[in-house]
């Protein structure tokens, strides 16, 4: 139930903030790959092998629900998984991180083939790549896993097949094939891929190596031959701690608290209580004529997929949007409601003439064409997405600290909308005060000139008048 949960890194991150559209597909691709290298030993049968895990059908509406948080941009990527199918099993996901503007969505059909002595997982599908500000899509199919050594010789995993990279918007294709080890091929042929990256037909790059070590890019303009991927310690360090829901919080549907422990023979007779209960269920609901439904996704027969009944696909909002948070499988924005904080007084004042011009029209009209009046001119009140109140679950230690800051960060954008006034008052002041102190001295200067002006004329009548009468 934990499709793409591992390649949650940074990768993605930098693809969003790309501008030109090669070194998204880049990014996007090495994103891709950084989600293979990683292969754990587990025990299966009393034998150990490398890459194998021990497989549990999902049961029907079985949910998985964990999320990374990112230190560089504060934020969270949220992965939400619901079995909403058994008879064919497919599951459905959707991951979220709106802040950080990329959301991903998809289902998977797993179905099964057995050769004797291996066994191939494959699975139908595909995931969707949205980059919310860009909106863009970029549709990734998966490969399938191939084990070998069921009966007799070591038991190894391999991946096999024909992946694509598809994004219709900019034209821009990856195409991989993850090649499986032949028969007598060495240790080197194990783990083989190869791919080439082009844009409208135009073949733009190639690529060689081994998934789980060095890939190498070949350009095709420029002739160079650099590494593309290497998953080094440096690399695999950097890889991002999910975080689960706490196991008492955790709904019945969840079997995650079944093999927190590691107990994988603890799971296995849980699963087998789970199932048997899962059957009786069935039976009823066929005896009664009624059909299942999940709770989490809908099936879209346009698109041909599933969707998440609760996605957001709106870019990120700095201005509106707090946090995005998720509780009971349904991801949700925290908002602040930035009309009612800068213009409450004119909201109430449109209210009070909304309501005079009712009290208007119902003394002067009938009763009945009144009450159509007033039920068509009622204010609408303020919807739940503006709440603050909300927290973030789970033992995220990052999320525990948000669900105070929220309301500090409140708080504190009021009293910065209140200390902006003062200052646009301030300033407005200062400005009709320098405009005046500017003026001041040109007009002394007037006054001052037209005092001599008076004084040489008044002397001039003297000197006049003192000569005639002499």
């Known amino acids: 139930m934990s499709v793409c949960g591992c390649r949650c890194n940074s990768f993605v991150l930098r693809a969003a903030a790309e501008d030109d559209p090669y070194s998204r597909m880049k990014q996007v691709l090495k994103w891709y790959l950084s989600g293979f290298y990683k292969k754990p030993k587990v025990e299966c049968?009393?034998?150990?092998?490398?890459?194998?895990?021990?497989?549990?059908?999902?049961?029907?509406?079985?949910?998985?629900?964990?999320?990374?948080?990112?230190?560089?941009?504060?934020s969270h990527t949220f992965y939400i998984a619901e079995q909403v199918s058994h008879h064919p099993p497919v599951s459905a996901f959707h991951v979220s991180n709106r802040k950080d503007g990329f959301c991903i969505t998809g289902s998977i059909l797993a179905r099964s083939r057995f050769y004797g002595n291996s066994l191939s997982a494959i699975l139908d599908g595909n995931a969707r790549l949205t980059f919310l500000t860009r909106e863009e899509d970029y549709i990734i199919t998966m490969p399938y896993a191939h084990c070998k050594g069921l009966l007799y010789g070591t038991m190894t995993m391999e991946l096999g097949g024909k992946v694509t990279i598809e994004c219709e918007k900019t034209g821009y294709v990856t195409e991989l094939e993850f090649k499986l080890k032949p028969f007598f091929g060495g240790s080197d042929t194990l783990n083989?891929?190869?791919?080439?990256?082009?844009?409208?037909?135009?073949?733009?790059?190639?690529?060689?190596g081994h998934w789980?070590?060095?890939?190498?890019?070949?350009?095709?303009?420029?002739?160079d031959r650099d590494i593309f991927w290497n998953p080094t310690s440096d690399i695999r360090r950097q890889r991002l701690k999910r975080h689960i829901v706490l196991f008492e919080e955790q709904t019945e549907m969840?079997?995650?608290?079944?093999?927190?422990d590691g107990n994988q023979n603890q799971a296995t007779d849980e699963k087998y209580i789970i199932e048997d209960a899962q059957r009786k269920s069935a039976k009823e609901r066929k005896d009664k004529d009624e059909e299942w439904m999940p709770q989490l996704f809908i099936y879209d027969d346009f698109q041909k997929e599933w969707r998440y009944k609760h996605e957001d696909m709106r870019p990120w909002n700095p201005l509106t949007d707090i946090a995005q948070y998720e509780k009971d499988g349904m991801l949700q924005t925290v908002k602040r409601n930035l009309t009612s904080m800068l213009a409450p007084r004119t909201n109430l004042a449109h209210k009070r003439s909304n309501q005079e011009g009712r009290r208007r029209k119902a003394s002067e009209q009938p009763s009945i064409s009144s009450q159509t009046t007033e039920s068509s001119c009622s204010t609408p009140e303020p919807g739940h997405e503006s709440s603050d109140e909300e927290a973030f679950p789970g033992p995220c230690s990052q999320c525990g600290k948000e669900k105070n800051e929220l309301k500090e960060i409140q708080a504190a954008v009021i009293s910065l909308q209140k200390t902006?006034?003062?200052?646009?008052?301030?300033?407005?002041t200062l400005t009709n005060h320098g405009s005046l102190s500017k003026c001041s001295p040109s007009?002394?200067?007037?006054?001052?000139?037209?005092?001599w002006l008076l004084l040489c004329l008044f002397l001039a009548c003297q000197l006049f008048i003192n000569f005639v009468f002499k």
């Open 254 to 260: 969840e079997s995650e608290s079944a093999i927190h």
């Open 192 to 208: 083989q891929i190869s791919g080439k990256i082009k844009v409208a037909g135009e073949l733009l790059a190639s690529l060689d």
């Open 420 to 428: 902006q006034q003062d200052i646009h008052r301030n300033l407005n």
């Open 212 to 223: 789980d070590r060095e890939v190498y890019l070949n350009d095709v303009q420029g002739g």
């Open 45 to 74: 049968s009393g034998r150990t092998a490398k890459g194998i895990k021990k497989p549990y059908n999902s049961i029907l509406g079985e949910k998985f629900r964990c999320c990374w948080f990112h230190p560089q941009t504060n």
């Open 443 to 451: 007009s002394s200067l007037l006054i001052t000139s037209r005092h």
